[in-house]
């Protein structure tokens, strides 16, 4: 994980701007679940490569359905990482 991103309020923020980013939409927040954003199979996979390329961290496709939110999906970066 890239160092700048150790911290979760860090992260759940980097997530938070990837999810607006690839979903088109400024009014998600670190709590918005991205199923309930209808997002695409194409979108999901989006998010993968690019908190890949932002954070440095490899998630798994079904890791987005168990952990929807940016909130949710820091806190088990977190835990997986320690």
């Not at 979108?43 to 961290?57: A, E, F, P, R, T």
């Not at 490899?58 to 970066?77: G, K, M, Y």
Request: glycine share 4%; aromatic share 6%; proline share 1%.
């Amino acid at each position: 994980m890239k160092t700048e991103y150790q911290h979760v309020s860090d992260r759940t923020a980097a997530l938070t701007e990837i999810w607006r980013e690839v979903l088109g939409r400024e009014d998600v927040d670190e709590s918005s679940d991205l199923v309930e954003n209808g997002s695409t199979s194409l979108q999901l996979l989006q998010i993968v490569g690019k908190i890949y390329d932002v954070l440095g961290v490899d998630v798994r496709l079904r890791d987005l359905f168990t952990h929807a939110s940016p909130q949710t999906l820091s806190a088990f970066i977190d835990s997986s990482q320690a």
